[in-house]
């Protein structure tokens, strides 16, 4: 048999099931996903639109998809750029000089 609380004050929920009371985190994410995707999720639009100009001046994509409700944009690209076998837009660098030892 259980027994039933009859007053609501006599239930004290621990802190942690407490509704926080701060505000939540905003962020932008931005993922490559295989070799020829970029996509955005939770960016500003005025950032996409940028991007996606930026984008279609150097004609680097080929298809363009978002989906508002989510808030995710994805840009399809027209080559593999960071991909690992991409010789084309690899750029080699003069070798560094050795750092001094910090101590």
Do not use: C
């Not at 407490?18 to 295989?34: S, V």
């Not at 950032?47 to 298809?63: D, K």
């Not at 994805?74 to 080699?92: G, P």
């Amino acid at each position: 048999m259980s027994t039933l609380l009859t007053s609501p004050s006599a239930f004290a929920p621990r802190k942690e099931f407490l509704k926080n009371q701060n505000t939540p985190h905003q962020f932008a994410l931005l993922t490559f996903n295989g070799a020829e995707i970029l996509r955005l999720s939770n960016f500003p639009p005025n950032v996409i639109a940028s991007l996606r100009t930026l984008f279609q001046q150097q004609l680097v994509y080929r298809a363009y998809r978002e989906d508002p409700e989510m808030g995710v944009s994805e840009f399809i690209m027209a080559d593999r750029l960071w991909a690992s076998k991409n010789v084309k837009y690899e750029v080699q660098h003069p070798p560094l000089e050795p750092a001094e030892p910090f101590y």
